[in-house]
């Protein structure tokens, strides 16, 4: 019998995999909670994949036209209200021109009360 350290039962030597670089040759996990990690990796991937779905959420086309979702006033706009950014997969700026204008004027008026 053999110890599980991570469900902490006790099993059966045959229950756990084999792991020649430990001194027993045993993994320390048993066979169901190997396959349990196992499962969780593959749903934290899944996970990863379900952004991917969420980049879609932002677009959309209506009457013909492509639009997106603004991060910032949360409105569906279409890509022409968008300002360009190259680093962004869609090449597009996650706020709406008028978000982001609002956004630099505010800065710049933050600005102008300092000087
Ligand atoms: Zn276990
Ligand atoms: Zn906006």
Redesign the pocket.
């Known amino acids: 019998m053999k110890q599980c350290s991570k469900c902490k039962k006790r099993k059966d030597e045959n229950e756990f995999g084999k792991n020649r670089t430990r001194a027993d040759g045993l993994r320390i996990w048993c066979r169901e909670c190997e396959s349990e990690y196992a499962r969780e990796r593959y749903e934290k991937k899944r996970g990863s994949v379900k952004k991917y779905n969420n980049y879609k959420d932002l677009h959309r086309v209506a009457g013909g036209v492509k639009q997106k979702r ?1 991060g ?2 949360k ?1 569906w706009k279409a890509e022409n209200q968008y300002y360009q950014h190259s680093r962004h997969k869609d090449g597009l700026a996650v ?2 021109k ?2 982001a204008n609002t956004a630099t004027n505010s800065c710049r008026r933050r600005r102008a009360v300092k000087s």
């Open positions: 603004c910032r006033c409105k706020w709406c008028e978000c």
